[in-house]
């Protein structure tokens, strides 16, 4: 199983920008579907964007289009999420996640938390108004 550290979190004025990152260590990272989810209080996990082994291949969700980007590399076992023209809704616990069993990309699209079996321990990112 893959184990996953998420860093650069942050309080950030709206309009700004802030890159999160996830290491991976343990087994194999390269052919997992990596993905980001958030959590605002007193709501449910959302899934915010996946990408591909090869990163080749993205989802997100229809709320972070445009603004989010979500990239890996293979070789330093690490995905990242760059968020930019930040707003108040986007105020939450951010997570990684890993996915260890193979699927159709288009189950990818809206997925569910439970399907990822590997979690990061969450990075907090506010964003003022």
């Known amino acids: 199983q893959v184990q996953l550290e998420e860093s650069g979190g942050g309080l950030v004025q709206a309009g700004g920008s802030l890159r999160l990152s996830c290491a991976a260590s343990?087994?194999?990272?390269?052919?997992?579907?990596m993905a980001w989810f958030r959590q605002a209080p007193g709501k449910e996990r959302e899934f915010v964007a996946a990408?591909?082994?090869?990163?080749?291949?993205?989802h997100y969700v229809d709320s972070v289009k445009g603004r989010f980007t979500i990239s890996r590399d293979n070789a330093k076992k690490t995905v990242y999420l760059q968020m930019n023209t930040l707003k108040p809704e986007d105020t939450a616990v951010y997570f990684c996640?890993?996915?260890?069993?193979?699927?159709?990309?288009?189950?990818?699209?809206?997925?569910?938390?439970?399907?990822?079996?590997?979690w990061g321990q969450g990075s907090q990112v506010t964003v003022s108004s």
């Open positions: 996640a890993a996915d260890n069993i193979i699927r159709t990309w288009d189950q990818y699209a809206r997925p569910a938390p439970s399907i990822f079996a590997s």
């Open positions: 990408i591909n082994w090869t990163g080749g291949s993205t």
């Open positions: 343990g087994r194999t990272f390269s052919r997992n579907v």
